[in-house]
């Protein structure tokens, strides 16, 4: 029997409904995160005892049914973790799935399983949800690609919801064509002919908080760049200074708790406490009765944060919807329609397992600072792999205007190719 590095809650086998050699998935494989509603099979949610006192699903939820009519064929539902609350990884009742390409790292969540059953060649693809980025950071501590989608764009009916702000529907895939006709089917959107990037922005300060080299990070992408669409292209950009003087309103989550962090952008971590606080506000709104009402047994990390959303009020809550707005504003003035902004996905390689939390602090600081860009302004982001680094794999990210998912897709399908033979030939 194949190992199946942890990542399975179930396996089943759901077949297409109506199988055909037409169909754009046909022959493929794919994983659903325990967080999609599926006819006959309850949504656990990460967490027993949700499992326990919820009934089975009446419906499937239109992202997985559109797979399946796909061509598709789903062979069960991944492991995540606890009420999607962690970017870690580890669920604490059933058990962490193993990074593939690491077997003492960290896979990265909440989209855990959905990323190992990818990354360790057990489906062709694989459905997952990212709200602060948790399709994101699993798809770079796995060495995979990883989409979060513009916000609104895919359907998040039949998902169990975390925050409605935040929430997306997100896909992972090994193969760049895979990973192309699995976002053209749940964007609804056709083919289109390929549009170059008008320009191409390189965030040196995000870089900058990263622990990898940004030469390790940028190099094989700028010379991909420069090959494929020229050099002129490229622009660098200090995005902190830029969202620090076009999004006025974050100047209230600027005063509290910069002071003293070298390594902090503080426009971007005020960034990451506003899109915290609507979180864990909407979080409370979703899920309060029910924690009250059954008081979980909740893992380590998780359970601190439940306890503080059971805590959030409205207090400022209006200010980070006018955050939202200012920071899509701006934004869509830097990029335009098809600009492309280079950043980290995260600010360094997967921590070991069974790290102490508090000793994550900074790490998850930095890490919430580059997420929120696209979390906040509600942009397409995509994580691409660039192959490993002391043994541990690292990635950087593109970030695209809220609408321009297809324009995304496409400059991945373009680059891909040539960003892996860049890697390879420089590293």
Known sequence: MAVQYGAFMEKFLLQPSSPSDQLPLTGLTF?????????????????PEWLRTHPPANHTAPTVSTILR???TCIGRTIMDEMAYSINGENFHYGTPQNPCASDRVPGGSSSGSAVAVGANLVDFSLGTDTGGSVRVPASYCGILGFRPSHGAVSTSGVVPMAQSFDTVGWFAR???????VGLLLLQQPEVEHQKPTQVLIAEDCFKLSSIPSERLTQAFVNSVK???GGHLIKQVNLGNYVEEKVPSLKQFMIEGNAGNEHSIPSLAA????????????FKINHEEWVRTYNPHLGPG??????????????????????????RRALAALLEDFGVLAIPTVPGPPPKLNTDVSELHDFRAKAFSLLSI???????????????YNGLPVSISLVANHGSDGFLLNVVHSLYNTLEEEVKASF
């Open 31 to 47: 994983a659903v995160k325990d967080i999609f509603d599926m006819d006959g099979h309850v949504t656990g949610f990460g967490n």
């Open 70 to 72: 796909g061509g598709a």
């Open 175 to 181: 193969d760049p064509v895979v990973f192309k006709k």
């Open 227 to 229: 090959k494929l669409f």
């Open 271 to 282: 960034l990451a406490r506003s899109l915290q606080l609507l979180q864990r506000y909407e």
């Open 302 to 327: 998780i359970s601190e944060r439940v306890s503080e959303a059971m805590r959030a009020t409205d207090e400022n809550i209006d200010l980070c919807h006018s955050i939202k707005i200012e920071l």
């Open 374 to 388: 696209a979390g906040v302004s509600g942009f397409c982001q995509v994580s691409i792999p660039l192959g490993l």
